[in-house]
């Protein structure tokens, strides 16, 4: 059983995160996840503060394990959202896309673990001043919102650079990936790609299919160029998305801007996986099968600890 300072101090019996995923990571999902043994993730990024609120209460009814809240820094509701956790006393809060520093003291005064999605060993250190619980090192093999870092090179300098616990991020989807975490020093870990294939998940069936058809090659990051990358599928969106942004030097940046509006909502809740922007991890071919939440989970754990135990064996 691989247990760390992570688990007992969050409540969990597994030291695994379900990643916060915008359009994708409800009350469903969450709540599958906790129930599961995990720590389950609402994305309060495609929410007003109402909205949160609903969600979270939705939760509550469907597990009465601890679950958490990520909030997207660049989302148009931060403000309100960053309150509903402290109204809500939401136990975790995991940020993303940006530095919270802002908004710390009145999560930490709220009592709320504050656990920061860090690119670098720069943001990490600016979140343990600002009195973070833990970090989440994220490497740019991750679906999303990217940094520049790979997670075998970021975790285990983010490791060095901090007392406090670093969970590893990007490119985790089976059990040996999660073994490596825990060599680079990671006391937990966060997935969020296989998660969309969790029964518990509610997105669309198409994007589903999408991650189960995907092959090693298949994602690319767009939107370097207005500073937002973002790794999703590649199909007709990010075709025309990356032409506009390279070839068309008279694409204006408002007009590129404009294009990815509404992209992700119509992936995951539309079914529309062709001009809809369908945000995937390098990993989502090792993604096999539609599974509960649980299955999962227990399937990365076994695998991890069969790849530990079985470790020394190639040490003369
Ligand atoms: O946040 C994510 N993944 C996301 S957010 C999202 S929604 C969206 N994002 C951008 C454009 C359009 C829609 C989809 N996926 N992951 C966590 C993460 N955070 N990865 C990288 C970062 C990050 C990057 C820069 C964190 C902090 C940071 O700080 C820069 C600074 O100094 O402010």
Redesign the pocket.
């Known amino acids: 059983m691989i247990s760390t300072v992570i688990n007992e101090q969050l409540g969990i019996k597994y030291p695994i995160f379900q990643?916060?995923?915008?359009w994708v990571a409800d009350a469903s999902l969450a709540a599958g996840v906790s129930n599961a043994g995990g720590l389950g993730i609402i994305a309060a990024?495609n929410s007003n503060g109402e909205q949160l609120r609903a969600e979270i209460r939705k939760a509550r009814e469907l597990t009465d394990k601890p679950f958490g809240v990520?909030i997207?820094?660049?989302s148009p509701f931060v403000q309100e959202v960053a309150q509903v956790v402290v109204e809500e006393k939401v136990p975790v809060v995991t940020?993303?896309?940006?530095?919270p520093g802002k908004y710390m003291k009145a999560w930490n005064e709220a009592g709320i673990k504050v656990i920061?999605?860090?690119?670098?060993t720069a943001?990490a250190k600016m979140a343990e001043r600002n009195g973070a619980f833990a970090v989440?090192a994220?490497g740019g093999e991750?679906?999303?919102?990217?940094?520049d870092l790979t997670t075998m090179a970021l975790v285990p300098q983010v490791v060095d650079a901090v007392s406090i616990p670093v969970i590893a991020?990007g490119g985790i989807a089976d059990g040996r990936q999660v073994a490596a975490a825990f060599m680079l020093g990671a006391v937990g870990i966060q997935v969020g790609t296989r998660f969309l294939v969790a029964e518990e998940c509610t997105i669309s069936q198409e994007y589903k299919n999408k991650i189960l058809k995907a092959k090693d090659i298949d994602t690319v990051v767009t939107?370097k160029r207005l500073g937002?990358p973002?790794r999703s599928i590649k199909n007709s969106f990010t075709r025309e998305y990356t032409k506009a942004e390279y070839d068309s030097s008279n694409v204006s940046d408002e007009e590129l801007e404009k294009m990815?509006l509404g992209v992700?909502r119509m992936a995951a809740r539309e079914g529309e996986v062709s001009k809809g922007c369908v945000?995937a991890g390098q990993v989502a071919s090792m993604v096999k099968k539609e599974q509960p939440a649980k299955e999962i989970i227990e399937e990365l754990f076994e695998g991890a600890e069969k790849v530990l135990g079985g470790a020394m064996k190639w040490v003369k």
């Open positions: 990643g916060g995923m915008a990024m990520n997207m820094l660049m940020t993303g896309a940006g530095n920061p999605v860090v690119p670098s943001l989440i994220e991750s679906g999303g919102h990217v940094g991020a939107g937002h973002v990815g992700l945000l």
